[in-house]
């Protein structure tokens, strides 16, 4: 499979808790994006790596959130001291160097209780 | 303003019929405009893509009409089928973001058989 993947695929877990979410890019794209979705909502844009560097943040990203691309290949996103209102999809999206073209993995369903 | 407002919210078409989803956007610095197919528990995947130099695309049943004067653009589903049944979501962006898209608030689609 080449496409994006994310894992895990389903998260559950209590609030106050930390999660840390995948994502593995097609190889050879150098943008990597992370989008939130909430139950019956467009994805909003959470962040935008080029490379390793992370270039752009949404004000969606709360200092509870941070991601990190530490080699330019995979990225991770990871929120501290969960809350209730996290809960969503997670979704990676990645595209080729001046490429309009996303194309985005499963997704991460991240479920606070 | 980043907001692209899509109509309708669900949509009932009868196997063979044609489904029209609408959307509108406000910034001007809008230059590619992309369709994405999501069914549940999935990531959304790219239907069909426009930019505002051509007025219309067409790939198979799918086509995009775009008007730039009015700043609006719709995806016409021709001989619609029980299989594409799922939630559709218009989405736009520009060099300048780092190419985030923005993504309308989306359509469910049901095609009766």
């Known amino acids: 499979d080449t496409g994006v993947s994310q894992n895990p695929r389903h998260k559950i877990t209590k609030r106050g808790q930390n999660v840390t979410f995948r994502c593995d890019p097609i190889?050879?794209?150098?943008?990597l994006y992370w989008y939130r979705q909430t139950l019956g909502q467009g994805p909003e844009f959470l962040t935008y790596f080029q490379n390793e560097a992370q270039l752009e943040k949404s004000r969606l990203l709360s200092d509870r959130f941070s991601a990190e691309r530490p080699k330019g290949s995979f990225s991770t996103l990871e929120i501290q001291r969960t809350e209730q209102g996290d809960s969503a999809m997670y979704l990676c999206?990645?595209?080729?160097?001046?490429?309009?073209?996303?194309?985005f993995g499963p997704g991460t369903r991240l479920l606070v209780l | 303003q980043q907001q692209v407002k899509q109509s309708p919210q669900s949509l009932i078409v009868q196997k063979g019929g044609i489904s029209i989803i609408n959307c509108a956007y406000e910034?001007?610095?809008?230059?590619?405009f992309p369709w994405y197919q999501q069914f549940p528990g999935k990531g959304p995947a790219l239907l069909i893509a426009?930019?505002?130099?051509?007025s219309e695309k067409k790939e198979g049943r799918f086509t995009i009409s775009f008007n730039k004067s009015a700043k609006q653009f719709s995806l016409h589903i021709m001989d619609s089928q029980p299989g594409d049944s799922a939630t559709y979501f218009c989405a736009a962006s520009y060099k300048g973001s780092a190419r985030q898209l923005t993504f309308g608030s989306g359509t469910q689609l049901t095609v009766l058989p």
């Open positions: 426009i930019r505002p130099d051509v």
């Open positions: 190889s050879e794209h150098n943008r």
């Open positions: 999206a990645s595209s080729l160097p001046g490429v309009e073209t996303q194309y």
């Open positions: 910034n001007t610095a809008f230059d590619y």
